[in-house]
């Protein structure tokens, strides 16, 4: 067995508190933020995931000094003035790094070259360089828009800009090209995504327009630096509810959680699916909503992920899948066509590993049909290199008869290194 690898053995049930790292797409708005803000920004429990460190380093070499201590970090803002880096920007697996800073980026007076790891390298770039370019940058790219990107930046002029697929990442980067521009920059969204990205700019002072699917932002405005304490990462708490969901003794408690209605989807599908879930000491901050889940396992019924929900759970779509199998009715999945390009393509890894564990698995372009009522035995399988393929199937193997080997289970460090380590503190065999 490599030493990236782990074994995942049968549990009788899950019990306990777990408290989640800052969640990831907050962090990385409030590192970007913070850092072409006026003054310092504070924040606690920043995420401690690989994708967010890509965001801190990146900053580092725009000029951006920022002191971390443990979950804490302070940055010093720059003022909407970044510094010309002097080597390539090292994004690392990151889609929301390069997809996000590119928007701060195309404002400034410089050239800046934008390189992530072979998984980064083959993921299409096209729907950020399209509207960017539009606005006044200047942005090559390998074959098919992908990285590495030079982006040149420039004096920007607002655009309107309806979005071709619901991506929250590239609504972010238009929103953040939009401070540097002149006029109004507006953006309709065919399908609702999250809002982290208005959010965001709202805690640091900027205005923001939102009007049901369309949301715009005036250029010019200046950020001042805030203190936040970034709420626990409901997409990694997908994995923990889920696990919970598999066994109906289970007892789980979650405080201080992400309850974002656009990113609360997965509690509606999980208690549609069986799980009892009750929230309790909500609080706002920045326009988060925060608070406190109690869990309960139950008999899983099964569900239909499509249209809205797909866009609303894509990040949460792999573990879904992979508990497909232990519903009464199946799992399908249809209209998630954009789990092809993430870090690896998650229907084919999700199929893959699946029938490896002996499950039946329909595999169409754009989803998944599983059915329910189906026993799994455990496998050797791939992480395809992939944080959420990983966690998914470390969940999957729980109910699964015998032991399984989980290939590049390290991939995991990308937006939760604890993962493995906290899970196995939670089990009961």
Same mark, same amino acid.
């Given at each position: 067995?490599?030493?990236?690898?782990? !074994?995942?053995?049968?549990?009788?049930?899950?019990? =306990?508190?777990?408290?989640?790292?800052? /969640?990831?797409?907050?962090?990385?708005? $409030?590192?970007?933020?913070?850092?072409?803000?006026?003054?310092?920004?504070?924040?606690?429990?920043?995420?401690?995931?690989? /994708?967010?460190?890509?965001?801190?380093?990146?900053?580092?070499?725009?000029? !951006?000094?920022?002191?971390?201590?443990?979950?804490?970090?302070?940055?010093?803002?720059?003022?909407?003035?970044?510094?010309?880096?002097?080597?390539?920007?090292?994004?690392?697996?990151?889609?929301?790094?390069?997809?996000?800073?590119?928007?701060?980026?195309?404002?400034?007076?410089?050239?800046?070259?934008?390189?992530?790891?072979?998984?980064?390298?083959?993921?299409?770039?096209?729907?950020?360089? %399209?509207?960017?370019?539009?606005?006044?940058?200047?942005?090559?790219?390998?074959?098919?828009?992908?990285?590495?990107?030079?982006?040149?930046?420039?004096?920007?002029?607002?655009?309107? $800009?309806?979005?071709?697929?619901?991506? %929250?990442?590239?609504?972010?980067?238009?929103?953040?090209?939009?401070?540097?521009?002149?006029?109004?920059?507006?953006?309709? #969204?065919?399908?609702?995504?999250?809002?982290?990205?208005?959010?965001?700019?709202?805690?640091?002072?900027?205005?923001?327009?939102?009007?049901?699917?369309?949301?715009?932002?005036?250029?010019?405005?200046?950020?001042?630096?805030? #203190?936040?304490?970034?709420?626990?990462?409901?997409?990694?708490?997908?994995?923990?509810?889920?696990?919970?969901?598999?066994?109906?003794?289970?007892?789980?408690? !979650?405080?201080?959680?992400?309850?974002?209605?656009?990113?609360?989807?997965?509690?509606?599908?999980?208690?549609?699916?069986?799980?009892?879930?009750?929230?309790?000491?909500?609080?706002?901050?920045?326009?988060?909503?925060?608070?406190?889940?109690?869990?309960?396992?139950?008999?899983?019924? =099964?569900?239909?992920?499509?249209?809205? /929900?797909?866009?609303?759970?894509?990040?949460?779509?792999?573990?879904?899948?992979?508990? =497909?199998? $232990?519903?009464?009715?199946?799992?399908?999945?249809?209209?998630?066509?954009?789990?092809?390009?993430?870090?690896?393509?998650?229907?084919?890894? !999700?199929?893959?590993?699946?029938?490896?564990?002996?499950? #039946?698995?329909?595999?169409?372009? /754009?989803?998944?049909?599983?059915?329910?009522?189906?026993?799994?035995?455990?496998?050797?399988?791939?992480?395809?290199?992939?944080?959420?393929?990983?966690?998914?199937?470390?969940?999957?193997?729980?109910?699964?008869?015998?032991?399984?080997?989980?290939?590049?289970?390290?991939?995991?460090?990308?937006? $939760?290194?604890?993962?493995?380590?906290?899970? #196995?503190?939670?089990?009961?065999?």
């Amino acid at each position: 067995m490599q030493s990236n690898d782990i !074994v995942i053995r049968p549990a009788k049930g899950l019990s =306990g508190s777990v408290r989640l790292p800052g /969640d990831k797409s907050i962090s990385h708005r $409030y590192a970007m933020l913070g850092g072409i803000a006026e003054g310092t920004t504070k924040l606690e429990n920043f995420s401690t995931g690989a /994708d967010c460190a890509s965001t801190l380093g990146c900053l580092r070499s725009l000029g !951006v000094k920022w002191e971390r201590n443990g979950g804490s970090i302070a940055i010093q803002g720059r003022s909407s003035k970044l510094q010309a880096p002097n080597s390539p920007l090292d994004c690392g697996n990151s889609g929301s790094t390069i997809r996000m800073l590119s928007g701060i980026l195309a404002g400034q007076d410089f050239t800046s070259e934008l390189v992530g790891d072979e998984s980064l390298s083959r993921r299409p770039m096209a729907r950020i360089i %399209a509207p960017l370019e539009m606005m006044g940058a200047k942005i090559e790219a390998r074959d098919g828009g992908r990285p590495p990107l030079r982006l040149t930046g420039s004096h920007l002029k607002a655009i309107d $800009y309806k979005l071709p697929v619901p991506s %929250a990442q590239v609504k972010t980067s238009l929103l953040f090209a939009g401070l540097f521009a002149d006029g109004t920059t507006r953006i309709e #969204e065919p399908i609702q995504t999250r809002d982290h990205g208005e959010l965001a700019l709202q805690a640091f002072g900027a205005q923001v327009d939102r009007r049901m699917r369309e949301v715009s932002i005036n250029g010019g405005q200046k950020l001042q630096a805030i #203190e936040a304490t970034i709420p626990g990462d409901i997409s990694s708490a997908a994995f923990f509810l889920c696990a919970a969901g598999l066994f109906p003794n289970s007892q789980l408690t !979650v405080p201080g959680l992400l309850l974002n209605p656009t990113r609360a989807r997965l509690l509606d599908m999980l208690i549609g699916l069986g799980v009892r879930i009750t929230m309790a000491d909500l609080q706002e901050h920045h326009g988060e909503l925060i608070g406190t889940l109690q869990v309960q396992g139950g008999s899983l019924k =099964g569900a239909r992920i499509r249209g809205g /929900d797909s866009a609303a759970l894509i990040d949460e779509i792999p573990v879904l899948a992979a508990i =497909g199998p $232990y519903t009464s009715d199946g799992v399908e999945i249809r209209d998630a066509r954009e789990l092809r390009v993430k870090e690896s393509d998650r229907i084919a890894s !999700v199929a893959k590993n699946l029938r490896l564990m002996g499950a #039946e698995v329909e595999e169409f372009d /754009d989803g998944l049909r599983i059915p329910g009522g189906q026993r799994l035995h455990g496998a050797s399988l791939d992480s395809f290199g992939d944080h959420r393929i990983a966690m998914a199937f470390a969940v999957a193997a729980l109910r699964a008869e015998g032991d399984t080997q989980i290939q590049g289970a390290d991939a995991a460090v990308i937006s $939760y290194p604890e993962f493995f380590k906290v899970m #196995e503190g939670l089990l009961e065999r």
